[in-house]
């Protein structure tokens, strides 16, 4: 019988994103990225994580340290990063689970045409779980309805997410 050799490996921190994870979420490629999903939690009133999720089309990584991101403004994750401030999102990247702790504040200004709320995050931490022995695969998966009007949409929001002022 062999050994069982597979030990914990404890995760990786840092206080900022790697650069391939900043190229992976900046806003591109979103054609080929239809169907990824980012998990996001939040802290609800009551203590309790609440999970939502974030397309591709929704979130930019400015740089290294700062990411913007648009979700529905009547949200529960809305009320609760306005509550909080904070919010981790949860993603598969590079063989890996990366894990990222943000401070979130609401970026001013209307957005009626998008209705959408526009948020700006800095990067306060960065754990990524990896082990010699697997490789985390996939994000969140799913189907659009209509691809070609939601990349259309995206679009729209990441260029939005890009001029918006922080």
């Known amino acids: 019988m062999e050994e069982h050799k597979e030990t914990y490996k404890k995760p990786t921190q840092a206080n900022e994103l790697a650069p391939g ?8 490629k979103l054609n080929e990225r239809v169907g990824e999903a980012i998990r996001i939690t939040t802290v609800d009133e009551d203590g309790w994580p609440h999970a939502a999720l974030l397309s591709v089309g929704e979130i930019l990584a400015v740089d290294a340290r700062h ?21 981790s999102l949860a993603m598969a990247h590079d063989g890996a689970l990366w894990e990222i702790h943000l401070e979130a504040k609401r970026i001013p200004g209307e957005r009626a045409d998008m209705k959408l709320a526009f948020f700006t995050a800095d990067v306060k931490s960065v754990r990524v779980h990896k082990v010699d022995y697997a490789d985390v695969l996939k994000n969140v998966t799913y189907k659009l309805h209509d691809p070609a009007t939601v990349v259309k949409r995206w679009d729209q929001q990441i260029k939005e997410l890009r001029a918006c002022a922080a």
């Open 21 to 28: 994870l900043v190229q992976y979420l900046d806003g591109s």
């Open 67 to 87: 990411i913007k991101f648009a979700i529905w403004p009547t949200s529960t994750t809305t009320k609760n990063i306005e509550r909080t401030g904070r919010i």
